[in-house]
């Protein structure tokens, strides 16, 4: 899929102030701007065309009960309050809502059956690249509803399921009082570095790609050093670069100077889901990334 690079709390903290949830866009000082489903597919190369990733009230009512029969355990088993099967002492698999990550990976070491080995493995790494949990350290079960027939997991919209995913994050980042954001954040932090050439690293070797790879690949984060590595520091600068930002500063179309002819989708407006998440997705607002001239939206 592609490489996930080393994050830069510092810059998505500035941006996610920027955020505003009501429109999903980012306010910048001469407009919006916001990652579109054309962005998605070009920088991970997940797919836009597709069903949407939603599910019903009564699959999501108990998502862990998934767990329990990919596992071959029971709730008891799942919560470590007794011995799971293959392991030789207890261990807690789901804590606050989430499938420890780290149990994930080893029940892929437990002799499973083809399928099921494939299910783990797909919900471990979807869990730890598209639909990130804010911990870190856990992955949603219910990304497991959409691994059960592993002949139909290339007929959703991952590209629109994984956005919808992050717009929500972003939001609930946005808000006072919020200590953390989820999502995919090398999606972001790639869409920065390809929109806005100031924020890119200095220094840092592009690794080589091919042509049909994910354009995240491309970037590889580098370690701050010195006093630029005190995130504080980091922060008020990127704060104060924004705060400058002109049009001229932004690469407005860095993949296709019509980025919808190869896109379709991009231009769908309406809500764009995963799960029980709907966000309302509106190109209107943004039209200069589709190398257009901006009108004030209906």
């Not at 007929?155 to 629109?160: D, V």
């Not at 995913?165 to 953390?180: T, V």
């Not at 890119?200 to 590595?229: C, K, L, N």
Request: proline share 6%; aromatic share 12%; with cysteine.
């Amino acid at each position: 899929m592609f490489r996930k690079i080393a994050i830069d709390e510092a810059l998505i903290s500035a941006f996610v102030e920027r955020w505003q949830p009501d429109t999903n866009t980012f306010h910048l000082p001469f407009g919006e701007m916001t990652i579109l489903l054309h962005d998605v597919q070009y920088l991970l190369q997940i797919p836009v065309e597709g069903r949407l990733m939603s599910r019903t009230s009564a699959q999501l009512d108990h998502p862990e009960v998934g767990l329990c029969a990919l596992l071959g355990m029971n709730s008891e088993q799942l919560s470590g309050r007794s011995e799971a099967p293959g392991f030789g002492s207890k261990g807690k698999w789901y804590d606050k809502g989430g499938f420890l990550a780290e149990m994930a990976s080893r029940y892929l070491q437990v002799n499973v059956t083809h399928v099921t080995e494939a299910q783990s493995y797909l919900l471990l790494m979807l869990g730890s690249t598209l639909f990130v949990d804010k911990s870190r350290d856990r992955v949603r079960p219910v990304v497991k509803l959409f691994l059960d027939e592993l002949e139909e997991i290339d007929q959703y919209s991952w590209a629109s399921g994984t956005l919808a995913w992050l717009y929500r994050c972003l939001g609930q980042a946005s808000r006072a009082g919020a200590s953390g954001v989820a999502g995919c954040l090398t999606l972001l932090q790639c869409w920065i570095y390809k929109y806005f050439p100031g924020f890119r690293p200095s220094h840092f070797e592009p690794p080589v790609v091919g042509p049909d790879e994910a354009w995240a690949s491309r970037w590889i984060g580098q370690p701050a050093t010195g006093s630029v590595a005190d995130p504080s520091v980091r922060l008020a600068f990127y704060r104060r670069a924004l705060d400058s930002l002109t049009p001229s500063d932004v690469f407005w179309t860095p993949f296709h100077q019509r980025p919808h002819q190869a896109v379709r989708r991009s231009l769908y407006t309406g809500v764009i889901r995963f799960a029980d998440i709907g966000e309302f997705y509106d190109p209107a607002r943004c039209l200069r990334q589709f190398g257009y001239r901006q009108m004030v939206p209906h």
